[in-house]
């Protein structure tokens, strides 16, 4: 386990800083951040194992009072592939439970649906949690907030829009799953995440959608991100063989 910082933290101050949790399938990374000074306070990375993944987690909160600090925000980002889209117009809270069955099939019964919504885009992402470990955090967490990773990489795409910009298409790569973002005349016009194994998957996918959208694969750029520096040269030498503009964010 990496832990810096923590003997830092200044409860008085505790409402000028953020908690920002990121999960994905080895573990918990815990950020603290000074709202004020933009410092990084307290860093942590916990790994999970198996069956006992909650009763260690509950043990890492048990012994680190200050994650039930009173701070000013508090935020869960899970990176999980078992995610799926819904437009706003058809958007039934109830029925989440039965359309994740439908669409994501019996892995995700003992998991909770949650959702956040993508204004720009008019859609809900609804991602799937576990619900233990949801119960364990919203017990030690003061008003956490649960958010999808795919909503940061939409994030990354909005801040980045312009009116009048072109097409545009953003590939992003997590753990074992990617999502790919593509945009026009500064509006979304295509979200979607694809569990991936391999490269040979990521190419087959990049490609199969860029056939949907028609994306002008001598002329668009494909814009790669979250690529670690192991396997950019790997990534970009495999999708050069069918896109002929490819840049790194």
């Known amino acids: 386990m990496l832990v810096t910082g923590n003997n830092r ?118 991602f799937m949690f576990d619900k233990e470990m949801w119960d364990l955090l919203c017990h030690n967490l003061a008003r956490p907030i649960f958010r999808s990773s795919v909503e940061s990489d939409y994030n990354t795409v909005i801040g980045r829009l312009k009116d009048g910009d072109d097409k545009q298409s953003f590939l992003f790569f997590r753990d074992d799953y990617i999502t790919w973002i593509s945009v026009e005349a500064g509006k979304i016009t295509l979200i979607n995440s694809f569990r991936v194994t391999s490269i040979e998957d990521v190419v087959y996918f990049a490609v199969h959608i860029s056939e949907q959208i028609s994306f002008d694969r001598t002329e668009d750029t494909l814009y790669l991100t979250n690529l670690t520096h192991t396997s950019v040269n790997q990534v970009q030498s495999n999708l050069s063989k069918f896109f002929n503009k490819i840049e790194s964010l």
Do not use: W
């Open 9 to 126: 933290l200044d409860r008085s101050k505790s409402n000028q800083y953020t908690l920002s949790i990121r999960i994905n399938s080895g573990g918990f990374c815990f950020f603290v951040c000074d709202s004020v000074t933009k410092e990084v306070m307290y860093q942590s990375n916990f790994l999970i194992s198996g069956s006992s993944a909650s009763l260690d987690l509950q043990r890492f909160f048990d012994t680190n009072d200050f994650l039930r600090y009173d701070f000013s925000s508090v935020v869960v980002d899970i990176d999980t592939p078992d995610c799926f889209f819904v437009p706003k117009v058809y958007f039934e809270e109830d029925s989440l439970e039965q359309e994740a069955l439908f669409v994501l099939g019996e892995k995700v019964k003992r998991s909770l649906p949650l959702f956040t919504y993508l204004d720009h885009a008019e859609l809900y992402v609804v």
